[in-house]
């Protein structure tokens, strides 16, 4: 069902998920008050690091920010328009910094050791009904679907290309919609197939 979890095995894989997570969210804390080009072009490259740390198969992840670029270049666009070109730099280097890193941490945490490590945090979801299982489950399939659906559109822009010589822009939008459905609708076929989302503790 996700197909990019690194199955050959690093030193990052050894480390408990949620000391990945929360190694995630302090550092995206500890960075948002900061503009600093000088301190994000670290931190990128502290994360590039790590990736080279994790081998080839990881390094050839950094590839899905692709999709991501045009975007990337219309909000450097703004910045430099309303006269923050420093600013917007320093935005733009934190944006591919935080997304990596995020996509290191799904890309070497299993679903089940993802939703252990967020249940705990969502139990009081419990007094109103809810199953903290079952949102934790949520949860960890939103952070792993993200880096899939930037490889699904880098995909589809890589067949438009091959058939046309043009770059698919919003042409991708409607397969791209339709690819998505599918996805969910598979996902959803394997979570009946395997009894539908959890509802309580796992045994």
Not at 36 to 42: E, T
Not at 84 to 106: K, P
Not at 167 to 191: D, M, N, V
Request: proline share 5%; hydrophobic share 60%.
């Amino acid at each position: 069902m996700i197909s990019l979890y690194l199955a050959e095995r690093t030193w990052a894989h050894g480390v408990p998920a949620g000391w990945k997570l929360l190694a995630l969210a302090l550092i995206s804390l500890a960075i948002t008050p900061f503009d600093s080009v000088a301190l994000m072009g670290g931190l990128l490259a502290a994360v590039l690091v790590l990736y080279v740390s994790l081998g080839r198969a990881a390094l050839r992840q950094v590839a899905l920010l692709r999709p991501l670029l045009p975007l990337l270049v219309i909000l450097l666009g703004l910045h430099w328009w309303t006269g923050s070109l420093t600013a917007g730099i320093a935005m733009v280097l934190r944006l591919l910094a935080m997304i990596l890193l995020a996509n290191a941490v799904t890309m070497t945490t299993r679903m089940d050791d993802m939703m252990d490590a967020v249940e705990p945090i969502l139990r009081p979801l419990a007094l109103f009904g809810l199953s903290p299982r079952a949102v934790a489950l949520m949860v960890a399939m939103m952070l792993r679907f993200v880096p899939l659906l930037f490889a699904l559109w880098e995909a589809l822009g890589e067949s438009y290309r091959a058939r046309t010589g043009k770059r698919g822009g919003w042409r991708l939008l409607a397969p791209f919609c339709i690819q998505t459905l599918r996805l969910s609708h598979h996902t959803a076929e394997a979570l009946t197939a395997r009894g539908g989302a959890p509802r309580g503790k796992r045994r």
